[in-house]
T-cell receptor, first 118, second 115 residues
Framework: GAVVSQHPSRVICKSGTSVKIECRSL??????MFWYRQFPKQSLMLMAT?????????EQGVEKDKFLINHASLTLSTLTVTSAHPEDSSFYIC??????????????FGEGSWLTVV | AQTVTQSQPEMSVQEAETVTLSCTYD???????LFWYKQPPSRQMILVIR??????QNATENRFSVNFQKAAKSFSLKISDSQLGDTAMYFC????????????FGQGTELSVKP
């Protein structure tokens, strides 16, 4: 089946620094990628949708200048948390949808990334 | 706007027994997809089963099956012969291209399978 890889799986950064999380579709071309944030025991909260070659569409309440999303190719999207603060500590998950029916209209998820800001 | 509701925050079942997780959704669309995802303690989201709204036949994947009631907008998941490895959060999700191709998730149900 389709595989989405997310890196790093865990990252610790100092408050005020920036950290980048990568999301790659390994065996299919992903026209659309999604970034979610998940708090413990809660559902996935969609942060933004990114389409290859265009600007990301952010959900209401998500700061686009803080959470920079780049979808430079059909296999790679990145989320950069800028000027990170402890309240940004969370679990971040990406997902990807393929071209037409290459992934059967199914959205596949990365393994997720734990971000801890100290 | 589309919404997905899972009214059971937590459920438990004895190993080898059957459990049903509930999901309802609200939409005015006719063509859409419904999914159940499993999230074990590892946090990896795993696709359990999918259902196309235009198909009347309920989807089945081994021990997992759904009861899709389109008119009632209900999409429950039945797990037969529950195994300890089924312990996880389960999320019901709605998808349609008219929603920008994004998944809309329910709140999740935490399932515990007890030995």
């Amino acid at each position: 089946g389709a595989v989405v890889s997310q890196h790093p799986s865990r990252v610790i950064c100092k408050s005020g620094t920036s950290v980048k999380i990568e999301c790659r579709s390994l065996d299919f071309q992903a026209t659309t990628m999604f970034w979610y944030r998940q708090f413990p025991k809660q559902s996935l909260m969609l942060m933004a949708t990114s389409n290859e070659g265009s600007k990301a569409t952010y959900e209401q309440g998500v700061e686009k200048d803080k959470f920079l999303i780049n979808h430079a190719s059909l296999t790679l999207s990145t989320l950069t948390v800028t000027s990170a603060h402890p309240e940004d500590s969370s679990f971040y998950i990406c997902s990807a949808r393929g071209l037409a029916d290459t992934a059967g209209n199914t959205i596949y998820f990365g393994e997720g990334s734990w971000l801890t800001v100290v | 706007a589309q919404t997905v509701t899972q009214s059971q925050p937590e459920m438990s079942v004895q190993e080898a027994e059957t459990v049903t997780l509930s999901c309802t959704y609200d939409t005015s669309e006719n063509n859409y997809y419904l999914f159940w995802y499993k999230q074990p303690p590892s946090r990896q989201m795993i696709l359990v089963i999918r259902q196309e709204a235009y198909k009347q036949q309920n989807a089945t994947e081994n021990r997992f099956s759904v009861n899709f009631q389109k008119a009632a907008k209900s999409f429950s998941l039945k797990i037969s012969d529950s195994q300890l490895g089924d312990t996880a959060m389960y999320f019901c999700a709605f998808f349609s291209y008219n929603q920008g191709g994004k998944l809309i998730f329910g709140q999740g149900t935490e399932l515990s399978v007890k030995p």
